[in-house]
């Protein structure tokens, strides 16, 4: 019982930290950002592209052991090309940032990383939400 309760002001702290983007202000932010069309994709597929990695959430960090990556922030940038968490093998870091800097609540940073991605192939994963 107290390991529940423990587990949950926890998890209840985690959420209060971190900044969960509504959709509508999310979109809002890429449009002004030079996003609608960026890469030849759509504004709805970037926003589908960022509900599908992250939920709109600014911490989300996800550790894929077959590369000994992690994906960082609302659109989940790889560490091994786009940034740099001093911990991933081979690592590009073509973005010129440490990792921890796409968790910030203002995401100008990650649209500026995430462009610079988009253009190289291996950067962004296809969005199916068009079809
Ligand atoms: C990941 O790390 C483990 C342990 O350090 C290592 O054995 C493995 O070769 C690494 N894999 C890649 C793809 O770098
Ligand atoms: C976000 O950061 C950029 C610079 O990195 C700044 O120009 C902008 O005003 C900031 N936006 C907000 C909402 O604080």
């Given at each position: 019982?107290?390991?529940?309760?423990?587990?949950?002001?926890?998890?209840?702290?985690?959420t209060?930290?971190a900044k969960v983007y509504e959709?509508?202000?999310?979109?809002?932010?890429?449009?002004?950002?030079?996003?609608?069309?960026?890469?030849?994709?759509?504004?709805?597929?970037?926003?589908?592209?960022?509900?599908?990695?992250s939920g709109y959430n600014t911490q989300s960090?996800?550790?894929?052991?077959?590369?000994?990556?992690?994906?960082?922030?609302i659109?989940?940038?790889?560490?091994?090309?786009?940034?740099?968490?001093?911990?991933?093998?081979?690592?590009?870091?073509?973005?010129?940032?440490?990792?921890?800097?796409?968790?910030?609540?203002?995401?100008?940073?990650?649209?500026?990383?995430?462009?610079?991605?988009?253009?190289?192939?291996?950067?962004?994963?296809?969005?199916?939400?068009?079809?």
């Amino acid at each position: 019982m107290k390991a529940l309760l423990t587990l949950g002001i926890f998890l209840l702290s985690v959420t209060v930290q971190a900044k969960v983007y509504e959709r509508c202000e999310f979109a809002r932010i890429l449009k002004n950002n030079g996003m609608a069309g960026y890469a030849g994709i759509s504004l709805a597929s970037w926003v589908c592209l960022a509900k599908h990695e992250s939920g709109y959430n600014t911490q989300s960090t996800t550790y894929h052991s077959e590369s000994n990556s992690s994906h960082y922030g609302i659109f989940q940038i790889n560490s091994q090309y786009g940034c740099d968490d001093g911990k991933t093998p081979r690592a590009v870091n073509a973005c010129g940032i440490p990792c921890n800097a796409l968790l910030q609540d203002n995401i100008t940073q990650a649209i500026q990383c995430v462009k610079k991605v988009a253009k190289d192939p291996q950067g962004i994963q296809g969005c199916n939400c068009d079809a």
